[in-house]
């Protein structure tokens, strides 16, 4: 885990944090902090505590230790920790809209602040035209759709000019349309705003084009924390890798050549002089993104390029395997294929299976499909080296695969 | 069904001649039931969010208690006040028995666990995490109290029309608290008892015709408030 150091001013930090709920819920934080117009993305899998994290940051929750810190003041949670409160608004899962207009609705955190009818009209206008839903201003709010109130949900939040705002999967059961609509409309919404925004999902890729920066949470805790392609690239243990869609991930072991080169193993897959972790006294696990692999019609076939040169020029950079189609079905807008390799070494190991992510019209050209021999090219760089990485007290629960 | 035909001739009778004692019992019902169910509703709304916000052990148990309370009979609910107020009772002092006080004191315990029953479920019905996104909003608490009450107002107007509605129809408990003096404490409920136990069955069934005018126009008005609340709601 590594932390980067922020210029901007601070807008919440936490330290030391933990909470208890049950015996069999612990969330912990050591350490964790947003500065303005920072928009962070909250990965994790179902009760892995982002929503309890996020009640913390909201100020809605009060940690059983540790201190909160919003604008380097430390948070009050009583009667005078109100103005506080005022700064930090949360958008929840399934938003709670209150039994009135739209435009009441809208309004009623204004109000609560003590701004006046016409001012907070003014304000809810402005808000509601962004989200492109004026002419919902004088419906009954618990008559709309999933979409709509979504849509009313933000735009409330957002006409508070929060410095923090929490999104709570904003994008949960929506359909595909809504989804690709609210998400151009909130990317272009936070653009003009200073607000710092924590964005919890547990869907990867609808994140990536609206957060700067990533969190993992796993078993409560924050494990990962860095630039979106540091993470995505270079997860810090197998489970993390599975968050963040690394889907091919399998064992390795290190065999030792003579004159001190180190080799490593998994299944197909051998890599001279890896760079190896820091700590390689654990058993390591190797992985690879699905969508950086390269998939060709298997060149013995099409004698296009001399099969012996091409593994001799590029045998620092690429690995190159072979294998077979075994399923190929669309991911829209990707296509997902699976490829068996070709279990060159007599390891013991089952077969492995291979994930890739591609574009239809390049697999069309390729003419790949179910059943078709393919060769597969992985650059080196693109094989992430992770140690094999168990959590102490759920290993019996959450085998890693 | 020939007491009912009468009835219906009688009341108008009664109406028409402007009849002290018909006029006397009305006030008296008007003014135990109405004072009785606006107590009822300043002791069970606020007791009812309360109880509906709290988490604390035993709390299911008082949720069972206040359930059977609603359907609790009213006549041992008389019997007690009785043995509250008698002479030598704890509250003998009070020298209530016998006065419209002792009546409104059992009608409000009579209907407090019904109002309570009716604000809790009223507090239910709301999302779990409503308090939370309510404070997200940044409400204080007096904010947020304000807010629950216009949230709930139909269930709340539920709650005092079972309350009233119970309240009204109640004879037992006032019979034996009240004594069913004449110009006293004789209301409409009592009144009917007595005619019938006198063989009078026309104007017990006038009365009674007249006693549901009453409930009648007291639910229609409170009918007439939660509709123009729903209409608000959904215009």
């Given at each position: 885990?590594?932390?980067?150091?922020?210029?901007?001013?601070?807008?919440?930090?936490?330290?030391?944090?933990?909470?208890?709920?049950?015996?069999?819920?612990?969330?912990?934080?050591?350490?964790?902090?947003?500065?303005?117009?920072?928009?962070?993305?909250?990965?994790?899998?179902?009760?892995?505590?982002?929503?309890?994290?996020?009640?913390?940051?909201?100020?809605?929750?009060?940690?059983?230790?540790?201190?909160?810190?919003?604008?380097?003041?430390?948070?009050?949670?009583?009667?005078?920790?109100?103005?506080?409160?005022r700064?930090?608004?949360?958008?929840?899962?399934?938003p709670i809209?209150?039994?009135?207009?739209?435009?009441?609705?809208?309004?009623?955190?204004?109000?609560?602040?003590?701004?006046?009818r016409?001012?907070?009209?003014?304000?809810?206008?402005?808000?509601?035209d962004?989200?492109?839903?004026?002419?919902?201003?004088?419906?009954t709010a618990?008559?709309?759709?999933?979409?709509?109130?979504?849509?009313?949900?933000?735009?409330?939040?957002?006409v508070?000019?929060?410095?923090?705002l929490?999104?709570?999967?904003?994008?949960?059961?929506?359909?595909?349309?809504?989804?690709?609509?609210?998400?151009?409309?909130?990317?272009?919404?936070?653009?003009?705003?200073q607000?710092?925004?924590?964005?919890?999902?547990?869907?990867?890729?609808?994140?990536?084009?609206?957060?700067?920066?990533?969190?993992?949470?796993?078993?409560?805790?924050?494990?990962?924390?860095?630039?979106?392609?540091?993470?995505?690239?270079?997860?810090?243990?197998?489970?993390?890798?599975?968050?963040?869609?690394?889907?091919?991930?399998?064992?390795?072991?290190?065999?030792?050549?003579?004159?001190?080169?180190?080799?490593?193993?998994?299944?197909a897959?051998?890599?001279?002089?890896?760079?190896?972790?820091?700590?390689?006294?654990?058993?390591?696990?190797?992985?690879?993104?699905?969508?950086?692999?390269?998939?060709?019609?298997?060149?013995?076939?099409?004698?296009?390029?001399?099969n012996?040169?091409?593994?001799?020029?590029?045998?620092?950079?690429?690995?190159?395997?072979?294998?077979?189609?075994?399923?190929?079905?669309?991911?829209?807008?990707?296509?997902?294929?699976?490829?068996?390799?070709?279990?060159?070494?007599?390891?013991?190991?089952?077969?492995?299976?291979l994930?890739?992510?591609?574009?239809?019209?390049?697999?069309?050209?390729?003419?790949?499909?179910?059943?078709?021999?393919?060769?597969?090219?992985?650059?080196?760089?693109?094989?992430?080296?992770?140690?094999?990485?168990?959590?102490?007290?759920?290993?019996?629960?959450?085998?890693?695969? | 069904?020939?007491?009912?035909?009468?009835?219906?001739?009688?009341?108008?009778?009664?109406?028409?001649?402007?009849?002290?004692?018909?006029?006397?019992?009305?006030?008296?019902?008007?003014?135990?039931?109405?004072?009785?169910?606006?107590l009822?509703?300043?002791?069970?709304?606020?007791?009812?969010?309360?109880?509906?916000?709290?988490?604390?052990?035993?709390?299911?148990?008082?949720?069972?208690?206040?359930?059977?309370?609603?359907?609790?009979?009213?006549?041992?609910?008389?019997?007690?006040?009785?043995?509250?107020?008698?002479?030598?009772?704890?509250?003998?002092?009070?020298?209530?028995?016998?006065?419209?006080?002792?009546?409104?004191?059992?009608?409000?315990?009579?209907?407090?666990?019904?109002?309570?029953?009716?604000?809790?479920?009223?507090?239910?019905?709301?999302?779990?995490?409503?308090?939370?996104?309510?404070?997200?909003?940044?409400?204080?608490?007096?904010?947020?109290?304000?807010?629950?009450?216009?949230?709930?107002?139909?269930?709340?107007?539920?709650?005092?029309?079972?309350?009233?509605?119970?309240?009204?129809?109640?004879?037992?408990?006032?019979?034996?608290?009240?004594?069913?003096?004449?110009?006293?404490?004789?209301?409409?409920?009592?009144?009917?008892?007595?005619?019938v136990?006198?063989?009078?069955?026309?104007?017990?069934?006038?009365?009674?015709?007249?006693?549901?005018?009453?409930?009648?126009?007291?639910?229609?008005?409170?009918?007439?408030?939660?509709?123009?609340?729903k209409?608000?709601?959904?215009?």
């Amino acid at each position: 885990m590594f932390m980067e150091i922020e210029h901007s001013p601070q807008v919440i930090a936490v330290n030391q944090i933990s909470f208890q709920f049950g015996s069999d819920f612990f969330l912990q934080i050591d350490h964790f902090q947003l500065a303005a117009g920072e928009v962070l993305g909250l990965l994790g899998p179902n009760g892995a505590g982002k929503s309890t994290f996020l009640r913390i940051l909201g100020l809605l929750l009060k940690p059983s230790k540790g201190q909160v810190t919003l604008s380097d003041q430390p948070v009050n949670y009583g009667h005078r920790g109100l103005a506080q409160r005022r700064q930090v608004t949360t958008v929840f899962q399934k938003p709670i809209l209150l039994d009135t207009s739209v435009q009441t609705n809208v309004t009623t955190g204004l109000k609560f602040r003590g701004i006046g009818r016409r001012q907070r009209n003014r304000m809810a206008d402005h808000w509601l035209d962004l989200f492109g839903i004026t002419h919902l201003a004088k419906r009954t709010a618990r008559q709309l759709s999933g979409g709509e109130t979504r849509r009313v949900a933000l735009a409330r939040a957002m006409v508070l000019e929060p410095r923090l705002l929490l999104l709570d999967e904003p994008f949960n059961d929506l359909d595909r349309e809504s989804r690709q609509e609210l998400q151009t409309q909130l990317r272009n919404v936070l653009k003009q705003v200073q607000t710092a925004v924590i964005l919890v999902t547990h869907d990867l890729y609808e994140s990536l084009g609206l957060v700067d920066r990533l969190g993992v949470m796993l078993h409560g805790k924050l494990v990962q924390q860095g630039s979106v392609a540091g993470v995505l690239d270079h997860p810090c243990n197998p489970q993390v890798a599975s968050v963040v869609g690394m889907t091919n991930v399998w064992p390795a072991h290190i065999t030792q050549k003579g004159s001190g080169k180190t080799c490593l193993h998994s299944g197909a897959i051998t890599l001279n002089d890896p760079n190896l972790p820091g700590s390689t006294s654990s058993t390591l696990k190797i992985g690879i993104r699905p969508e950086k692999i390269l998939l060709k019609p298997d060149s013995s076939a099409s004698k296009t390029l001399p099969n012996q040169d091409d593994q001799h020029s590029s045998s620092k950079r690429y690995v190159s395997l072979q294998g077979k189609i075994i399923a190929w079905e669309p991911a829209t807008p990707l296509v997902r294929i699976q490829v068996q390799l070709n279990d060159n070494y007599t390891s013991g190991q089952p077969c492995q299976t291979l994930n890739v992510l591609d574009f239809p019209e390049r697999s069309h050209l390729n003419k790949l499909e179910a059943g078709s021999l393919v060769e597969v090219q992985i650059a080196t760089k693109d094989i992430h080296i992770m140690p094999d990485f168990r959590h102490p007290e759920r290993v019996s629960q959450n085998p890693i695969d | 069904m020939q007491p009912i035909r009468d009835g219906f001739w009688e009341v108008l009778q009664l109406i028409k001649n402007g009849d002290p004692e018909l006029y006397q019992a009305t006030f008296l019902t008007l003014l135990t039931s109405g004072s009785a169910i606006l107590l009822a509703c300043i002791i069970g709304v606020p007791s009812g969010i309360l109880l509906g916000l709290s988490r604390f052990p035993g709390r299911k148990l008082l949720v069972t208690l206040i359930n059977t309370g609603m359907g609790f009979p009213p006549v041992l609910v008389g019997l007690f006040v009785f043995l509250l107020l008698y002479r030598d009772g704890p509250l003998g002092n009070l020298k209530w028995l016998y006065t419209p006080a002792a009546m409104v004191t059992a009608q409000v315990i009579i209907a407090v666990p019904l109002v309570i029953g009716v604000t809790l479920a009223a507090i239910g019905s709301l999302e779990r995490d409503w308090f939370l996104q309510v404070r997200s909003l940044g409400a204080s608490y007096g904010q947020t109290l304000l807010l629950l009450l216009k949230e709930t107002r139909l269930g709340l107007a539920a709650a005092m029309m079972a309350g009233l509605g119970r309240i009204l129809a109640e004879v037992g408990a006032v019979m034996m608290v009240g004594g069913n003096l004449k110009g006293e404490t004789r209301v409409l409920t009592t009144s009917i008892l007595m005619w019938v136990q006198r063989g009078d069955y026309e104007l017990a069934i006038a009365l009674g015709i007249f006693l549901l005018g009453i409930a009648f126009i007291a639910n229609l008005c409170l009918t007439l408030v939660q509709q123009r609340a729903k209409e608000r709601r959904t215009g």
